[in-house]
């Protein structure tokens, strides 16, 4: 990367000492990309991780330099190839971090669980991983410590899927249950990305590209409030648990 702009300070608030963000990039070749849940992991020569990550509302771009800028670009990364990295956050709950591997460790992947997408547990580690909860298994699929990478809507459509109300105690749930549970989750995961991930109203997410993602039409619960459910015609609630909105069918889930 050979130019590294950061507009907001914000954005670099996970960065133990803001200033060395750029100095950590500037120059340094990338190796590959990675992503652990929700977390970007970009791999660098040098033993370092730039990390980035879209918090409530931010999205990554990957353009040709020179490409009209949307308002809220708040981190630009050059490459020599002639393209740009751009983090565009409007509410800038996201940031961009480069981290030393105990950085790394200590502040991102040390507190995530196995991800979701890639390394999904076998249903009898998820047992023995709830065992014991008592909170909503909706609040548990959102605990990114437990399971990385599911986020509100994609939790609510896994549990749709697997006919489970979001309201019982993670403990309680069966061997049977948990199974059904954990291809909900695969599936969803992998009919968001087939799709384009889901792309709502307020376009806050777009593909790298700029484009939309064409989940939203294609969800079963998440948003539908007061809509028909797709597998048995009931209504779709709404229902705010853990101070997350949740999207159910309870005709046909419970
Ligand atoms: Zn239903």
Same mark, same amino acid.
């Given at each position: 990367?050979?130019?590294?702009?950061?507009?907001?300070?914000?954005?670099?608030?996970?960065?133990?000492?803001?200033?060395?963000?750029?100095?950590?990039?500037?120059?340094?070749?990338?190796?590959?990309?990675?992503?652990?849940?929700?977390?970007?992991?970009?791999?660098?020569?040098?033993?370092?991780?730039?990390?980035?990550?879209?918090?409530?509302?931010?999205?990554?771009?990957?353009?040709?330099?020179?490409?009209?800028? %949307?308002?809220?670009?708040?981190?630009? /990364? &050059?490459?020599?190839? !002639?393209?740009?990295?751009?983090?565009?956050? #409007? $509410? =800038?709950?996201?940031?961009?971090?480069?981290?030393? %591997?105990?950085?790394?460790?200590?502040? /991102? &992947?040390?507190?995530? !669980?196995?991800?979701?997408?890639?390394?999904? #547990? $076998? =249903?009898?580690?998820?047992?023995?991983?709830?065992?014991?909860?008592?909170?909503?298994?909706?609040?548990?699929?959102?605990?990114?410590?437990?399971?990385?990478?599911?986020?509100?809507?994609?939790?609510?459509?896994?549990?749709?899927?697997?006919?489970?109300?979001?309201?019982?105690?993670?403990?309680?749930?069966?061997?049977?249950?948990?199974?059904?549970?954990?291809?909900?989750?695969?599936?969803?995961?992998?009919?968001?990305?087939?799709?384009?991930?889901?792309?709502?109203?307020?376009?806050?997410?777009?593909?790298?590209?700029?484009?939309?993602?064409?989940?939203?039409?294609?969800?079963?619960?998440?948003?539908?409030?007061?809509?028909?459910?797709?597998?048995?015609?009931?209504?779709?609630?709404?229902?705010?648990?853990?101070?997350?909105?949740?999207?159910?069918?309870?005709?046909?889930?419970?």
């Amino acid at each position: 990367m050979v130019a590294v702009d950061v507009r907001r300070d914000r954005m670099l608030r996970r960065q133990p000492r803001p200033s060395e963000f750029a100095d950590r990039l500037r120059n340094r070749r990338l190796e590959r990309w990675e992503r652990h849940g929700k977390f970007l992991l970009a791999r660098l020569v040098g033993d370092i991780t730039w990390v980035t990550h879209l918090g409530m509302s931010g999205r990554v771009s990957h353009v040709p330099v020179g490409t009209v800028e %949307p308002a809220h670009t708040n981190v630009v /990364v &050059t490459f020599d190839d !002639g393209t740009e990295f751009r983090l565009v956050d #409007p $509410r =800038t709950f996201g940031f961009v971090s480069a981290y030393l %591997p105990e950085e790394l460790e200590m502040l /991102v &992947t040390g507190h995530l !669980g196995p991800d979701a997408l890639d390394d999904l #547990p $076998r =249903t009898a580690r998820i047992a023995e991983a709830l065992s014991g909860r008592t909170a909503p298994i909706k609040a548990l699929l959102l605990d990114q410590a437990l399971i990385a990478g599911v986020g509100n809507i994609y939790a609510d459509e896994s549990l749709h899927r697997a006919r489970i109300s979001p309201h019982r105690p993670g403990g309680r749930l069966s061997i049977d249950d948990l199974k059904v549970l954990r291809g909900g989750i695969k599936r969803s995961l992998e009919a968001g990305l087939r799709w384009g991930g889901t792309s709502l109203d307020d376009l806050a997410y777009l593909l790298p590209d700029g484009r939309a993602g064409e989940f939203a039409s294609r969800l079963a619960v998440y948003g539908r409030e007061d809509e028909p459910c797709r597998r048995c015609g009931g209504m779709i609630h709404r229902d705010v648990i853990r101070q997350r909105s949740s999207f159910w069918c309870p005709q046909c889930q419970s």
